[in-house]
């Protein structure tokens, strides 16, 4: 089993930035991958980055490309999402998720995900 603890997450004014943070735990693969998604209140869960833990090779979504930069700490098993120019729009719960094998941007490739964080960005 993997287990994964997301923090990190508060309330900002737009414009704002905050960075979460995702430790990782338990069984270990060669070859994974960790990302992050989010789901605002009455939407579905959507991609927002990944990264190729041997690589450090990130993908981002559209949506937060240029604002949101995703990095891993290899001694420290966690990986990092610096969110800079908040808006309104990024307002969701945050979450961290792991899957065995390359990078993937859809959430049904991932078997291990942690309890999330909120974001709220105010206006």
């Known amino acids: 089993q993997v287990q994964l603890v997301e923090s990190g997450g508060g309330l900002v004014q737009a414009g704002g930035s905050l960075r979460l943070s995702c430790i990782t735990s338990g069984r270990t693969f060669s070859r994974y991958a960790m990302g992050w998604f989010r789901q605002a209140p009455g939407k579905e869960r959507e991609f927002v980055s990944v990264?190729?833990?041997?690589?450090?090779?990130?993908i981002y979504a559209a949506s937060v490309k240029g604002r949101f930069t995703l990095s891993r700490d290899k001694a420290k098993n966690t990986v990092y999402l610096e969110m800079n120019n908040l808006e309104p729009e990024d307002t969701a719960v945050y979450y961290c998720a792991a899957r065995e094998g390359g990078s993937r941007t859809t959430l049904y490739d991932y078997n291990y995900w942690g309890q999330g964080t909120q974001v709220t960005v105010s206006s």
């Open positions: 990264i190729n833990w041997t690589t450090a090779y990130a």
